[in-house]
């Protein structure tokens, strides 16, 4: 199967979390991440899903999962310990177009979860869909040992420069042009000089 890559805006999407275990905690916080609005569904919850319930940015209701749960979901993430009932959720999910991703359970997907790289506004995902999870984080580690914290301090001068050319007047190619050129690994290597340097004149000025 081909997968499509994305990235989602969830921003203000509903999104809705059945499991508030260790494994929902996790699904939890990327959601959080991403800004989404996040109902959360279950008779138990880990202490720092409590934490967030109590803080308001989360809405935890304490017992079972109910099919009028999906009513306006955007997004559903299943992280029960109960094959059954994930497959009821899958299957209510499907009937009303939602997507669905039930953890551990590859043909109960819509969608997989990428093991990512974050640096700054930089992600870099990688997704075996579904087949082999832990070739996905060794090709992460792989990945966080060869794009350094660098490269996200980077991308902010990268945007900063794109902005200012779009702002001027220029044939539009002549801008491409300096934008690939912005971008090069040449460019990369004077941006990590510039770094060195000016990190060496802050621990001389502080002697």
């Given at each position: 199967m081909n997968l499509f890559p994305i990235y989602l805006k969830l921003a203000n999407r509903h999104c809705l979390v059945v499991g508030a275990g260790r494994i929902g905690e996790e699904k939890i916080e990327g959601l959080l991440g991403a800004g989404a609005e996040i109902k959360v569904?279950?008779?138990?919850?880990?202490?720092?899903?409590?934490?967030?319930?109590r803080e308001g940015k989360i809405r935890w209701e304490q017992r079972k999962f109910r099919p009028s749960d999906l009513r306006g979901a955007f997004l559903i993430v299943a992280a029960t310990s109960s094959p059954k009932l994930h497959e009821q959720i899958y299957k209510q999910a499907q009937r009303?177009?939602?997507?669905?991703?039930?953890?551990?359970?590859p043909p109960?997907?819509?969608?997989?979860?990428a093991s990512v790289v974050r640096r700054g506004s930089l992600q870099l995902a990688i997704s075996t869909s579904g087949l082999s999870p832990a070739l996905a984080q060794r090709l992460r580690h792989k990945l966080q040992e060869q794009f350094g914290p660098e490269y996200g301090?980077?991308?902010?001068?990268?945007?900063?420069?794109?902005?200012?050319?779009?702002?001027?007047?220029?044939?539009?190619q002549r801008r491409k042009s300096l934008l690939h050129s912005l971008a090069s690994q040449k460019s990369f290597e004077k941006f990590l000089k510039r770094q060195t340097q000016g990190k060496a004149k802050r621990i001389l000025g502080t002697k």
């Open positions: 569904v279950a008779p138990r919850a880990t202490s720092r899903v409590q934490l967030l319930a009303r177009g939602i997507i669905c991703n039930v953890v551990d359970d109960h997907c819509d969608f997989y979860y301090l980077w991308l902010e001068e990268l945007g900063a420069a794109r902005k200012r050319l779009f702002a001027r007047k220029m044939d539009p």
